[in-house]
């Protein structure tokens, strides 16, 4: 499962832009691997971290950030301080739900630098299995989506996206594209 270079370099400009991507798929769809190879692309020229419970062979190690503690409130606020630190970067959510599901408010920092990111140089990808359990936040303040195949279309009604119908006729490894900011919409 290779994607096409070129087509992931017209995906390249909303790194630049510091821009929020919300990569959703069920399990083995290419979620992480596009990602990677979309963020491996970029890396010469501009930074990014991975926040992840887990290490994985998708990224390089010296990219990823494991959680040290079980305080995961200020593990995702020190996640941040460091984006803050090293702008321009681009911070990458692996598995959201995941440890945000542990967290008993969402973290200050993380809140802020979520709404205003682009005006200091901090974007963000979010990677996630599923839209539900999301805080309704984060999808709202994204405005570019990669949507794999998934299993439950229901989801994405609160994206308000136009053709929402194209998601059954995806193939694996196969995902749609949709930029809030142009209208553009392709699959890929």
């Not at 995906?11 to 691997?33: A, C, E, Q, T």
């Not at 682009?118 to 996630?128: E, K, L, N, T």
């Amino acid at each position: 499962m290779i994607f096409k270079s070129n087509k992931l370099k017209s995906l390249i400009p909303f790194v630049y832009n510091y821009d929020r991507l919300l990569v959703i798929g069920m399990s083995g769809s290419g979620k992480s691997y596009f990602v990677n190879e979309l963020m491996d692309q970029v890396s010469k020229r501009y930074k990014y971290r991975v926040f992840s419970m887990k290490l994985n062979d998708h990224y390089p190690r010296k990219n990823v950030y494991i959680p040290q503690s079980e305080d995961l409130e200020q593990e995702i606020d020190e996640f941040v301080k460091y984006g803050l630190l090293h702008a321009p970067i681009t911070l990458v959510w692996e598995d959201l739900p995941n440890y945000l599901f542990n967290v008993k408010k969402m973290p200050i920092l993380f809140k802020r630098y979520l709404i205003m990111g682009r005006q200091v140089g901090i974007g963000h990808v979010f990677i996630s299995q599923k839209l539900k359990g999301i805080p309704t936040l984060i999808p709202m303040q994204c405005n570019k989506y990669a949507i794999f195949k998934t299993v439950d279309l229901r989801d994405f009604q609160m994206l308000r996206l136009p053709n929402i119908d194209v998601l059954t006729s995806l193939n694996l490894y196969h995902f749609l594209y949709y930029d809030l900011d142009t209208g553009m919409e392709k699959i890929i």
